[in-house]
């Protein structure tokens, strides 16, 4: 057997010395992590006070607002968060008492991610949101002619005005030729309610029509949120309209089939959706917490009314799984009825036939 050398003894217990304070730093990271997360009753104490004050003065219902603050502190004085241990699990309390206090989905405690020291990220969080947005195509997700020359274009997210104005203009002229539209809202967890005017904008000749508003707390006179003027070049009025939700539809993704609805612009296939009306802004309520806070909302141009709590109630009520051939199927009824008899209208009639012989099945 040959022995190491005592050059390359050193060097072996070097660099054993090396692996074990590699994985003693390891060690202290995984611990320091872990530990990070795990709160103690001064932390919870702070961060319900601090909560309770933020819905206090941010919500936009004052009396609700104070009403929630007050539960809150009530809660807190009781020992009800006394057994939460970590971030994690104090955030998902809090959410559950904001939620059955209020019946409002967007009020939510959420945990930031840790802004420790670590490896330098490999692109700013800018670039990174950037770069998100262009692999979701801004939202628009999928674009065809379906069987009967009826468009089908699915929005999953409303993207800000400037991110998605090109995608959705391209899906637009794609489907500008098409005798009918289906509008797919039921993976969309909404967004910007300017996209979803924009969005809404090729569905109406008229240009600055009044679709909502959000008002503020102070209920003085909030943002108007119209169709785009000038008009834009595919718009169409006349062509039949569907649009698709689920349970999941969310927010602005409710919004924009709620005002078609309501406009008697588009008939809605599929599921009651969510119910989560109110637009409002994330607050910081401890070093690792945050809540989003409702301040404005909404209200239609129609009727002066919005989803939140109810949701949007589909005028053809089925299971989100079923919406697609189902608004195909009410489609194709709505453009036979239209159709002169002749090769196009027996066309149609051959489409309609396929599918609901599916739907019987």
Excluded: C
């Excluded at 999953?156 to 090109?166: G, H, Q, S, V």
């Excluded at 309501?262 to 607050?283: I, K, L, Q």
């Excluded at 053809?316 to 079923?322: M, N, T």
């Amino acid at each position: 057997m040959k022995l190491a050398s005592p050059l390359s003894r050193g060097r072996i217990v070097g660099l054993a010395i090396s692996i074990a304070l590699t994985f003693a730093a390891l060690d202290g990271q995984v611990v320091a992590q872990q530990s990070a997360s795990r709160i103690d009753r001064e932390f919870i104490r702070e961060t319900v006070e601090s909560l309770a004050s933020v819905v206090n003065r941010e919500y936009f219902d004052p009396r609700v607002g104070a009403r929630v603050g007050a539960s809150l502190r009530q809660w807190l004085s009781q020992g009800r968060y006394a057994d939460a241990e970590t971030l994690e699990s104090l955030a998902g309390m809090l959410t559950r008492d904001l939620l059955a206090t209020t019946q409002d989905k967007h009020l939510a405690v959420t945990v930031v991610p840790d802004a420790s020291p670590g490896p330098a990220p490999s692109q700013a969080p800018d670039a990174s949101r950037e770069l998100g947005a262009r692999r979701a195509n801004f939202g628009i997700q999928r674009v065809e002619i379906l069987a009967g020359n009826v468009g089908y274009l699915n929005v999953t997210a409303f993207y800000r005005p400037e991110e998605a104005r090109d995608a959705i203009s391209a899906a637009m002229r794609t489907l500008r030729y098409t005798d009918a539209l289906i509008l797919d809202m039921r993976s969309n967890g909404g967004g910007s309610p300017d996209t979803a005017s924009l969005l809404a904008s090729y569905l109406f000749d008229a240009a600055d029509l009044p679709l909502f508003e959000i008002i503020p707390r102070s209920g003085n006179a909030g943002r108007r949120y119209a169709t785009e003027s000038p008009g834009l070049p595919e718009r169409n009025e006349k062509r039949p309209v569907y649009v698709l939700t689920a349970e999941r539809t969310f927010s602005a993704g409710e919004g924009f089939a709620f005002i078609l609805q309501e406009r008697r612009r588009a008939e809605v296939v599929g599921e009651r959706t969510a119910g989560a009306a109110n637009p409002g802004r994330r607050y910081p309520v401890s070093v690792r917490l945050e809540v989003t806070v409702p301040n404005g909302q909404v209200r239609t141009a129609v009727t002066g009314r919005n989803w939140e709590g109810a949701g949007v109630i589909p005028d053809v009520r089925v299971p989100g799984s079923d919406a697609l051939r189902v608004g195909h199927i009410r489609a194709l009824r709505d453009l036979l009825k239209q159709a002169p008899g002749g090769p196009w209208h027996d066309t149609l009639k051959r489409h309609l036939d396929a599918l609901e012989r599916q739907d019987r099945r």
